[in-house]
């Protein structure tokens, strides 16, 4: 792990937010139903509409860029991420919460796949497997103590600042990974099939 390149903690970082993103919600069920005056079971489908999005739309948008540099991918998701989240954090209505929690999650799993290949390229071949799983680490982290801690900002100071918390998170990362990246993974082969 000491021996990692420094971009690997990046991707960690961008997988700790994506876990943040996709359960934090749960503990803010409440208090989005009260805020956008629908029943809890109502803002219960953010979560099933956030899972919908990450198994629809990140096969096609991992297809339809399959060409692109995954460097170039990964930002391009970042930002899609980061909108979605400052999307979610300004929304007044359970439609537009909906649309921007569905708008986050195409995201997600092309996150995870382009990244554990980005992950693996980043290290000597001995150690990708062990790349992949530190950068897999960050979702187990988002569980057991982010999404905890996003809870309690969204019940402290209003579920929209959880929101934007992970917006500064992805901000932070975006800038990061792009200084962190070397050009040389983002010159190989993006064809998934390699």
């Not at 300004?90 to 195409?106: C, D, K, N, P, Q």
Request: proline residues 3%; positive net charge; glycine residues 10%.
């Amino acid at each position: 792990m000491k021996n990692f390149p420094i971009a690997i903690f990046a991707l960690t970082l961008g997988a700790f937010s994506i876990g943040m993103t996709e359960f934090v919600i749960m503990g803010l069920l409440p208090n989005v139903a009260n805020d956008l005056h629908v029943s809890i079971s109502a803002s219960g489908q953010l979560i099933t509409g956030y899972a919908l999005g990450v198994a629809v739309g990140g096969p096609i948008l991992t297809l339809s860029t399959g060409k692109m540099s995954r460097k170039r991918l990964l930002i391009l998701l970042m930002i899609l991420f980061v909108a979605g989240n400052a999307a979610a954090a300004v929304s007044t209505s359970y439609g537009l919460l909906m649309a921007a929690r569905i708008l986050t999650s195409f995201a997600h799993g092309t996150f995870f796949g382009v990244g554990a290949i980005m992950a693996a390229r980043l290290v000597p071949k001995e150690k990708s497997a062990s790349a992949i799983s530190f950068m897999f680490t960050g979702l187990t982290v988002a569980n057991v103590l982010g999404v905890p801690f996003g809870t309690f900002i969204g019940n402290q100071f209003g579920w929209r600042m959880s929101f934007s918390s992970h917006c500064r998170h992805w901000s932070h990362f975006l800038n990061w990974y792009h200084q962190l990246s070397p050009k040389s993974v983002e010159r190989r082969s993006t064809r998934y099939s390699k």
